[in-house]
């Protein structure tokens, strides 16, 4: 019995060693990559602000595009660790003059509840199964492509997504195993539907993985509950979506409606000169995900067929259950296939291993020996553990490059110090990636603050008072939500600062443009003090000077 207790405990202890590896991979890729404010503005610093919002106590955030709640409710509790350990000022003063330390503090939260998410698929596997392999081949789950670990590196919805997931397939090993389910139907029901309103809360893209639910649940009734639930649920995990409905029907129906990402492009919903070829680019991310997918469709095909003909009786919980994540997989790829990143697909990848068990489960469920289920069992976990191998390589590459890319961030880094603090007027027309200047970063979580902007503006006026921006939706230059011509800024006898960002070169001669009308009475001069190469920016200095004829306006 003793012997008993202390193999159970050492095989907890082994379901720990997964999580602990994914999150250490994870936070050594995030801190890795260098400054976030240079590279990786969007969304992290836009979560960023509307997050402290929400620490403070401002929920009436109007940030509803992913929606990403899920990560500004990560930001808030993260923000108010790192105060703890902050001397001195309001959370927000703290935020702005160390906002990496915040944008660290939310990943190393986030990936410690994916790892906690982990370790829990892990341990309920294993309890309610009673099967240890099985519960180690669930742990794979976010090993089976190293994308996966690469986009749990920043703090973008694909990652937060994570967790819910693992959520899902919790409950679901839970129902299988459980013969008295029927018996408190309401559980599963109330439990799906938090999993589901978790995960969307995380990004609408999450749609497909509510599915699998409604092919477990033996009624209707119970199906039309678990709809009505996450539908709740999700209003309230996602609450910006319910208080600004007229904003969120607008943008999510224009992105339905429109071919293009974020709304943009034809009023066409699908793009079919593109649609097709996106299709094949998704079905390439993870070759091996695309060809056990179509293997598992041959399974379902098979069994179905054969069942229908009474030759061979199949387990009909476990056929539904893989027909219905088929489905998921489809309908995940002709979404991201409409609106196409890679990253988009992130989460879908944790599938393949999930596939490989779901396929193996079918099958050995029919062997009658014990003996020779565990030996199917750990062929299942070589199996998986093959498919996880050939991830290494990449991951190693892609920290490799990381490690490069930083160090000439760096550099660049270093290259514009000198010009941080400077008193001349500066300039700033960015990539939404972000720039040397934290100010970029700033104004871009600044903007998307809505209404709640006033929690900054008085701390940015203060921060950065010869700041200003150059944004291709208005004629004006932009300052902490003012709207000033250059006459109103631009002070003569001093140089003024330009900095180009990357494909916004087209910005300085409307820049110039707008300086040189505003004073006709001065030559302009201009030098460029920095050219980066990586990427493509540079800094310019402009200057005035009196003409002793004065030009007419041009």
Not at 160 to 169: G, R, S
Not at 315 to 329: D, T, Y
Not at 400 to 412: G, L, M, Q, S, V
Request: glycine share 6%.
């Amino acid at each position: 019995m003793l012997n008993k207790l202390y193999a159970r405990k050492l095989k907890i202890a082994v379901l720990a060693v997964l999580p602990v590896v994914f999150a250490i991979i994870a936070i050594s890729l995030h801190f890795l990559s260098g400054k976030s404010f240079m590279q990786r503005v969007d969304p992290e610093y836009l979560h960023l602000f509307n997050g402290l919002n929400i620490a403070i106590g401002n929920l009436a955030v109007e940030y509803v595009f992913h929606p990403g709640t899920s990560i500004q409710i990560i930001y808030a509790i993260s923000a108010h660790i790192v105060d703890i350990f902050m001397p001195g000022g309001s959370i927000i003063s703290k935020a702005l003059d160390n906002p990496e330390q915040f944008v660290h503090a939310a990943n190393i939260l986030m990936n410690l509840l994916t790892a906690i998410s982990l370790f829990c698929l892990g341990y309920f596997s294993y309890k309610h199964s009673g099967n240890f392999i099985l519960a180690v081949i669930l742990q794979l789950l976010p090993f089976g492509n190293y994308r996966i670990i690469l986009m749990s590196s920043r703090i973008i919805p694909e990652a937060v997504m994570l967790a819910p997931f693992m959520i899902l397939i919790i409950l679901i090993i839970r129902y299988i195993y459980d013969n008295r389910r029927d018996e408190h139907p309401n559980l599963y029901v109330i439990g799906f539907a938090i999993a589901g309103a978790l995960g969307m809360a995380g990004k609408l893209s999450y749609f497909p993985f509510l599915l699998p639910p409604l092919f477990l649940f033996p009624n209707n009734n119970l199906r039309f509950k678990y709809l009505a639930y996450t539908i709740v649920a999700t209003m309230v995990f996602a609450f910006p979506l319910l208080v600004n409905f007229g904003k969120s029907w607008d943008w999510y129906f224009g992105m339905f409606m429109h071919s293009g990402r974020w709304g943009e492009g034809s009023s066409n919903i699908v793009n079919m000169d593109s649609f097709p070829g996106n299709i094949l680019r998704i079905l390439k991310v993870d070759v091996p995900l695309s060809v056990i997918a179509g293997i598992a469709l041959v399974e379902v095909v098979v069994c179905y067929i054969l069942g229908f003909i009474r030759k061979v009786k199949f387990n009909n919980l476990m056929l539904r259950l893989l027909l219905a994540f088929l489905i998921v997989f489809a309908l995940s790829v002709l979404m991201v296939a409409k609106h196409f990143a890679y990253h988009y697909f992130t989460p879908t990848l944790m599938l393949k291993i999930f596939f490989i068990f779901m396929m193996s489960h079918l099958m050995i469920l029919m062997v009658g020996q014990k003996k020779i289920r565990v030996f199917l069992w750990v062929l299942v976990l070589m199996l998986s553990v093959g498919m996880v191998m050939p991830q290494l390589a990449p991951l190693r590459g892609s920290a490799r490059k990381i490690i490069d890319n930083t160090a000439k961030y760096d550099e660049d880094y270093e290259l514009l110090k000198p010009y941080f603090h400077n008193a001349a007027t500066l300039v700033i027309s960015s990539h939404y990636r972000g720039s040397p200047f934290i100010q970029s970063a700033f104004v871009d979580g600044f903007l998307i603050s809505g209404f709640l902007k006033s929690t900054f503006k008085e701390e940015l006026n203060k921060r950065y008072p010869n700041t200003y921006f150059s944004l291709n939706w208005t004629e004006d230059f932009y300052y902490w939500d003012k709207f000033l011509k250059a006459e109103d800024f631009v002070k003569t006898g001093k140089p003024i600062l330009i900095y180009i960002g990357e494909d916004k070169e087209k910005d300085l001669d409307r820049i110039v443009e707008r300086i040189k009308t505003a004073f006709p009475e001065y030559n302009t001069e201009l030098k460029l003090l920095i050219k980066l190469e990586f990427p493509s920016e540079q800094l310019y200095q402009l200057s005035l000077k009196r003409a002793l004829v004065p030009n007419p306006k041009e």
